[in-house]
């Protein structure tokens, strides 16, 4: 498997790739991730994945830069995409919207070259318990939701909360393993 470059500056992401015994270095993906003014959460989730796996590859000032994998995972409820927390307020919030009921992670993938771009967009049902306010408070206060899509890390503390999956585990964490060997793949097939 070829040497790739990795537009994230997700401590979780560069875990899960290691996972996959890929070697890669990282890079800077940075963009815009303002979610456009009507735009679906499906469409949002792989424009920004699209976006920063080329603002990666176009960071590499080289002659050969690296094929450049970028990814993004949003929370979305009833159409409503939950970004990171504010604060403690907008936390609340949603912690409140996802209390008790089934919510979708969109995570997407895109692996760019200077020739080509391949993606993919992975959807998973996440269903939450009731939470009490004392449990958001405490969960609040561990520290873990203020980086996180929808004020909460699956992987964490919050897995108490979630009685069930449907769907990929790691998309939720934030980059879906098979999905993401699977454009590896194209990349290898190519050379």
Known sequence: MPKIALASASPRRRELLSQLGVEFEL???????????????????LRLARQKAAAGLAAQQTTEPLPTLGADTIVVVDGAVLGKPADQADFFRMMQLL???????????????????????????????ELSEQQMLDYWHSGE????????????????????????????????LYETAQLLNKLQDKQ
């Open 27 to 45: 890079v800077r993906g940075d963009i815009d991730e303002t979610q456009l003014p009507g735009e679906a959460a499906t469409n949002y989730v």
């Open 99 to 129: 209390s008790n009921r089934q919510h979708q992670v969109y995570t997407a993938i895109a692996l760019a070259t200077p020739d080509q771009i391949w993606s993919d967009t992975i959807k998973t049902e996440v269903w939450f318990s």
């Open 145 to 176: 939701p203020t980086d996180k899509a929808g004020g909460y890390g699956i992987q964490g503390l919050a897995g108490c909360f979630i009685p069930k999956i449907n769907g990929s585990y790691f998309a939720v964490v934030g980059l879906p």
